[in-house]
């Protein structure tokens, strides 16, 4: 009896189980991996990640790429989906917050109040391009807040994404960057280096958007997915990897 | 309609294209003349290491290029003693890397060149007393012709379309690093496709003139 029920379960389970495609803004990679096996342990639906550029994934859902769900890097893109019909409308909501970070990989360098933007004695500040990433135009308004934009512009990097701009900074290439604390946290503290975690009110909310796209309207899976994303234990894992919700 | 940002950044590519070629070519000329003429062992590894850009995705070249020239990287520690300072994130890093990733196209088809030339011709100028360096002056160089402008041309319209390389290690600043490849990117990712399909649609016809006047020239030499 007890096999039967087993089995039965199994059916149901495989029944339920379709794949879900889901599109994730790079910077989300790793708590989305976490969630991902949470998820699929307890649903048994099966999660397929693509990690990518948001505006890329713009172009590609537009052009009829086969993503159900959009995890956004901000929440401009979900909007625009949606205004557009490639989202499905009343779905969208903010899964995480990003927290801006002045990082270095040399201990010392960037002090707890981020005085050496004034004080100097680097070559280049590294951020990602503020057209096209939100952490980008989020560093490029705390840098305006604090009045230093004229005074570092000719020292600025831009990397084509947040992650690249990581790479600039951990490479020694440029000597600090404003990255995302998700980048360099770990165990809930900045794990290498030196770093300010800037301010919050120094710039626009760095909000991230879910939505349900058009290709996922209707089916159980994308729906569940977006639901554990609301929950508790979802939000729990969100912050651990320095996040805010 | 293309504007100044737009038009700097083509400037840029030019200058870097050019500058890029002609360093090439006073490189290339030696090691693709060693390339053809040795018998030695190391023949195989330094025509490989050359080769090595047509392979690599440009995005390992860059990652390594990043690293290398970077303060920990060997190339890094020696531009910094050398008292240049680093090469990522400035112009002469990017010619630097260009050099690199556009040797094949260069080396090349001068070997090859070099190579169709046998030995007669340079043992017939030997014999007229020629010393080895007019002999290659004077013989080698001026029917290795063909080969010389399929370099060039592969060389400089290269350089114009790189693009990883110049992402990872470019740093996308005006007037240094930002050339039309990466603002055709950036233009993209921003959702302006008006602005992309201007510099987009130039480079597309460039290459093609470009491959046409290569195609025209190599064509009339073969009859």
């Not at chain 1, 512009?153 to 020694?172: D, K, M, P, S, Y």
């Not at chain 2, 370099?151 to 996308?172: K, P, R, Y």
Request: charged letters at 15%; glycine letters at 8%.
């Amino acid at each position: 009896m007890r096999l039967l029920l087993l089995a039965l379960l199994c059916v149901t389970t495989l029944a339920r189980a379709d794949e879900l495609p889901v599109a994730v803004a790079a910077n989300f990679a790793a708590p989305a991996k976490q969630l991902a096996a949470d998820f699929e342990k307890e649903t048994g639906h099966k999660l397929i990640l693509i990690f990518g550029a948001t505006g890329k994934f713009y172009a590609q859902i537009r052009n009829g790429a086969p993503f159900e769900v959009l995890l956004a890097a901000d929440d401009e893109t979900p909007a625009r989906l949606e205004q557009d019909g490639a989202a499905v409308a009343g779905t969208r909501f903010t899964y995480a917050t990003g927290r801006l970070v002045l990082w270095s990989g040399r201990p010392g360098l960037v002090d707890a109040k981020g005085e050496v933007l004034k004080k100097g004695g680097f070559a280049h500040l590294a951020i990602a391009n503020p057209r096209l990433a939100p952490y980008g135009a989020a560093a490029v308004e705390a840098l305006t807040a604090l009045k230093l934009l004229a005074a570092v512009q000719a020292r600025l990097v831009q990397a084509e994404n947040i992650a690249q701009t990581h790479q600039f900074v951990a490479t020694g290439n440029a000597e600090l960057g404003f990255v995302a604390l998700s980048q360099v946290i770990k165990d809930g503290k900045v794990a290498e280096g030196s770093a300010w975690v800037v301010p919050a009110n120094l710039h626009q909310p760095i909000r991230q958007d879910a939505v349900l796209l058009d290709k996922g309207r209707g089916k159980p899976a994308p729906e569940a997915w977006l639901n554990y994303l609301k929950g508790d234990k979802a939000k729990a894992i969100i912050k651990s990897f320095g996040y805010e919700i | 309609m293309l504007n100044p940002s737009d038009l700097a950044a083509i400037w840029l590519t030019l200058k870097l294209a050019t500058v890029t070629t002609v360093l090439l070519l006073l490189i290339g000329t030696p090691i693709a003349w060693w390339l053809a003429r040795t018998r030695s062992w190391w023949k195989g590894p330094v025509g490989a290491v050359v080769a090595l850009p047509i392979v690599l995705p440009p995005t390992v070249i860059g990652f390594y290029l990043l690293l290398l020239m970077g303060p920990q990287g060997v190339v890094g520690r020696f531009t910094e003693w050398a008292g240049v300072g680093l090469l990522p994130f400035t112009f002469w890093g990017l010619v630097v890397a260009s050099v690199f990733y556009s040797m094949p196209f260069v080396v090349q088809p001068i070997q090859n060149a070099f190579e169709a030339l046998g030995e007669r011709p340079l043992e017939a100028a030997a014999t007229l007393r020629a010393a080895p360096l007019d002999a290659f002056f004077s013989v080698a160089l001026p029917l290795a012709r063909p080969g010389f402008i399929t370099a060039t041309i592969l060389g400089f319209a290269h350089t114009v379309g790189e693009f990883g390389v110049v992402l990872m290690i470019g740093g996308n600043i005006p007037d240094k690093t930002r050339v039309v490849s990466v603002l055709i990117y950036d233009h993209v990712e921003a959702l302006e496709y008006g602005q992309a399909h201007w510099l987009a649609g130039g480079m597309l016809v460039f290459s093609f003139l470009v491959l046409l006047t290569l195609y025209t020239l190599t064509g009339r030499k073969a009859r």
